[in-house]
Structures are given as structure tokens and as C-alpha cells.
């Protein structure tokens, strides 16, 4: 199929579906009600809780959950075939992912803008709500252990990208100054910002940033201290400093690299040089794990991902103004990561084929070019052949609009290191979050405040990081356990609101009950097949991790299935917020 056919029907899609089954959800199943009064309303304190206009909050909310995500899953997961990839992302993020990150967001709104972890007591019991804990920690410790490396590795790979990515803190921050503090238009002043950093976006080639060792510290590791650092004091500053206003620029960020992407799709189809020249199918790869149910746990972000209930329910939940405003972040927000998805799949099913350099220095083109980079597993896997699969084909494409490609690689890793760095901080604003709630409940107030629970969610990251060596690579231990850990973490959020919607009556609790029985099938068949893998690997460690969180997931399934089946439901009226302790 044509590649502009299919950004056209996909596209069409989402818009349709929002306004279908969105509107239906909204109405009909959560009945949304602009009346409710919001957790950011009533609990406003000027740093975590901050009553905010939707088109704001969209921002911040679509590139937390964005990050690197929907780009590296179907750059890695299209090694199946083009067709599937495609298939799982537009049906994935309809039915399944906008309905657990908008019902994980309403939820936590109805709840003082709790997190998921800790409302489920509620519509569970308390043990599951400890260990819903456990697999959030874990989740995010690895985020953010992975994630300073993670961009540390853009920065190696394209440092045309170092200056804009880092100017744009200081432009973010006046930003938020000039409207928060002088009431200046936000709209007029982010086009201005971003116009700012696009000046250093352009600058970059000529002034790439190459970090030397330092004191016997390698590049990755110096950056990743760095990043560790910045997470630490952007996770604590209000989110009107920094958070808000850097997601907005980064929501745009966002409106012109699709621009540029679907305008590069138009140029290439109807100059002749873009064809799909990946398999439509390709059961199996040399290498690969199997496509069920492997396909579900590589794509996650483009699809349906665990973390997103965590940034809905942890930091989106205490901004968002109104209950009306909840559905076009919450579930508008995923549809627009489908549709980026399916702009990275096109970028690499076709894009990649428009040119391709080896590592040799060949240039290969079309179907060649695709099958010397996707030859294997093992080749495709890295992060770095990830990144530059989609780099590379949308630059191709970009190309085809008169644009030197120096600068289109520059645009296109800003855009993907700026969307790393606000899942940094986000994951460690939300690990603030988790840490605080749970030291709250046993008692040990000395580490409830923002200050001590940031300290502690960065600290235990950096130990992880720096587990192995200097380098900060020492997630990548446990990174084999993350695809089936935030699948597992999807399904459990769908669990809780499942049965949020059976206390609604009627036969609501369907719109979560179907994805989750289906996300726990694929995510708990994965795990076990990883155990076995880790087994014949000899590897202890991530044996071990992985039975306790293969048991911590059915055990709370079970817990779920038990509250089901059981008269004892939780009152309908949720609770209203009354207090921010």
C-alpha cells in the first residue's frame, strides 16, 4: 500500500474515532461533568497542584508520554512487517490506550489527583495497593536511570543537538515568568520561543557539542550526572518554572515536526521516490522472539503503555481545570501519539529506502537499504539503530522539501532528545509523587517532603546508572525486564479501572474489562516466556526480578478477578478532594 494512503486513512481515523468513541467514553461511560470540582482546583498551591488551560496541560501531558517511545517501539517492532506494527498502533491506542490513560486521568481527578498505585486500595484493597507500588517503583527507576543515558546517546550521535536542547531550559523558564508572573499571552510568547530555539536548532551544525572525558568519566556518563542533576531540580522547581512552559514549546516542537513529516510524505509520493520496501509480513526474523506476543510488549507508547497511567495520574491529574478539558488531554493525547507512530513506521518502512549509509560508508537504497539495517534482531536492536532508523528516514523524506539534510537531522534529534528529557523529569516528579504517598501511609514523614523524596528517586537512580562502571549504562542490566514491566503495569491500570466502571453499573466496566484481560494474556505470556529465556541465559538476576513481578501481577489479577466477582463494591460517589496531604 502507498505510503500516503495509509498516513491519510490512519489520520482519518483517529480524527473519526475521537469523535466517536472519544465522545462516547467521555459521555456515556465516565459521564463527565464540567461542574466536578478539580483536585487543581481545590487543592491549588502554585507547585503541584495548578489549575491550567487544556491546550497547556495537552502539551505537557502528550511529551511526557511520548518521550522516545512511539518512536523507538516501531522502529524496533516493524522487523515483523510494516503491516502488523501498523494494525497493533491505530487499533492499540484506540480501544485499549486512550481508554486506560483518559480513565487513569478521571480517575485520579475523582481521587485528590492521587496516583494509580495509591487509589487502588480503593477499588481493590490495601495489598494490592503495595504492591501496585512495587511495580511503579521499579518502572520508574528504571526510566530514570535509562533515560539520562538515553540522551546522552542522542547527543553522541547527532551533537548538533546539545545547544538547542539545553537553550531551551532558560527560554522555558522566562517563558513561564512572563506569563505566570506578568500575565503576558502564552500563545504569542511559545511562538516566539520556539522560533528562539529553532535559531539554535539551525546553529547546530555549525556548532556541534562533543562532551570530553571527564576526571576518567566517559561522555555517557558525565551527561547522564548531568541529566541526574537537572531532573533533580526541574522535578522539585513548580511546574509553572519549568514543566509547563518547556512542554508547551515542546508541544509545537511536535505541531512542526509532524508538519514537516506528513508535508515530506506529500513531497516524496508525488516525486516518485517513496515506496515501502519493508515486508508487509515477516513472521520470523533471524534472531527474533516471536511475533505473539512480543509485537504487544515492543510497541507500548504509539499503542497502549503502562507509564502513561503514571503521568495521567501524577501529574496531569493535579493541572487539569475542568472534567471537559480531561478528554481531550487524556485520550486526544494518545490518538496524537498513534498518529506520530504511524509517522515513525512510514519513516521507516519507506523513508530508510529513499538512502541509507553503512556503517562502511555504502550508501545502499530501497529495499536493500532496508534489509541491511533490519538484517537481524541483534542489528536492529540498539538504541542508537533505533534512533537513527527513524532520524535517517524522516530526514530522506524532509529532504524532498528543499531542506539541506544537515538541518533536518538537527530538527528531527532536537525534537527526539527535547521529548527524552521532559520523560526525565516528569519520571522523577512522579517518583517524588509515589515515594511521597507511600512514606506517607507507613508513617515516616521525614520522607514525604519534595525535597527528600526527589533526592531519594534521583539518588537510587544514579546507583542503578552507575552499577557497572562509570559509563552510567548500569539500567541496561535490567532494561530486558521493561518492555514486559510496563505492559504488566497497563494491565494492572486497566484492572482498576475496570472496576471503577462495574461500580457505574451496567455493562461499563467492558470499555476497560476487554483490553485488560487481553493486555494481562500478552504481558504475563511474555514474562514467562522471558523467565525461560533468562534461564537458558543463565542470567540470575533478571530471573529473579522477573518471577517476583510475574507473581506481584498475578497475584493482583487475582486480587482483581476476587473484587469482581464480590458484592463488597466501593461507594458509588468518588471521593471528592478536601485536603493536600
Known sequence: MDALVIMILAFAGY?????????YIGKRIFALSGEAQTPSVALEDGVDYVPTKKEVIFGHHFTSIAGTGPIVGPAIAIIWGWVPALVWVFLGSIVMGAVHDFGALIISMRNQGKSISDYTSKYINSRTRFLFFL??????????????????????????????????????MMLGYLVYRKGKSVMALSIWAILLMYVFVFLG?????????????PATGVWTIILLVYAFF????????????????NSHQLVIAMALLILGVLAASFSGNLEIVAPAVQSAPAQAPPMWPFLFITIACGAISGFHSLVSSGTSAKQVRSEDDSLFVGYGSMLMEGA??????????????????????????????????????????????????FVDGAANMINMLGIPKQFTLAIMAVFVASFAGTTLDTATRIQRYVLSELFTSLKLDFLTGKYAATFL????????????????KGALKLWPLFGAVNQTLAALALIVITLYLKTKGGLKWLVGGIPAVFMSVMTLWAAVMNQFKFGTQH???????????????????????????????VPLDDAQPVSSS
Not at 551533537?159 to 522555558?172: D, F, G, L, M
Not at 551544525?205 to 568519566?217: E, H, S, T, W
Not at 541483534?378 to 533505533?386: D, M, Q, V
Not at 528517586?457 to 552510567?472: M, N, P, Y
Request: glycine share 8%; with cysteine.
Open 15 to 23: 480524527l473519526i474515532m475521537y469523535k466517536v468513541y472519544g465522545q
Open 135 to 172: 511495580i511503579v517503583f521499579l518502572e520508574l527507576w528504571i526510566v530514570i536511570a535509562i533515560f539520562g543515558l538515553v540522551i546522552a546517546i542522542i547527543f553522541a550521535m547527532y551533537p548538533q543537538s546539545v545547544a538547542a536542547v539545553w537553550v531551551e531550559v532558560p527560554i522555558a
Open 205 to 217: 551544525p555549525y556548532i556541534p557539542m562533543k562532551m570530553p572525558a571527564v576526571a576518567g568519566i
Open 234 to 249: 526541574a522535578s522539585v522547581l513548580p511546574v509553572t518554572t519549568l514543566l509547563q512552559p518547556r512542554d508547551f514549546i
Open 340 to 389: 506520530l507512530a504511524t509517522l515513525v513506521i512510514i519513516a521507516v518502512a519507506a523513508g530508510i529506502g529513499m538512502g541509507y549509509t553503512t556503517k562502511s560508508g555504502e550508501t545502499l537504497t530501497g529495499v536493500a537499504a532496508w534489509t541491511t539495517h533490519y538484517s537481524s534482531w541483534a542489528a536492529a536492536a540498539g538504541l542508537g539503530s533505533k534512533i537513527s532508523a
Open 457 to 472: 528517586a534521583v539518588s537510587t537512580a544514579c546507583i542503578l546508572a552507575f552499577a557497572t562502571g562509570a559509563g552510567g
Open 539 to 569: 542470567n540470575m538476576l533478571l530471573q529473579t526480578i522477573n518471577f517476583v513481578i510475574i507473581i506481584i501481577a498475578v497475584w493482583i489479577v487475582i486480587e482483581g478477578l476476587i473484587k469482581f466477582f464480590s458484592d463488597d463494591d
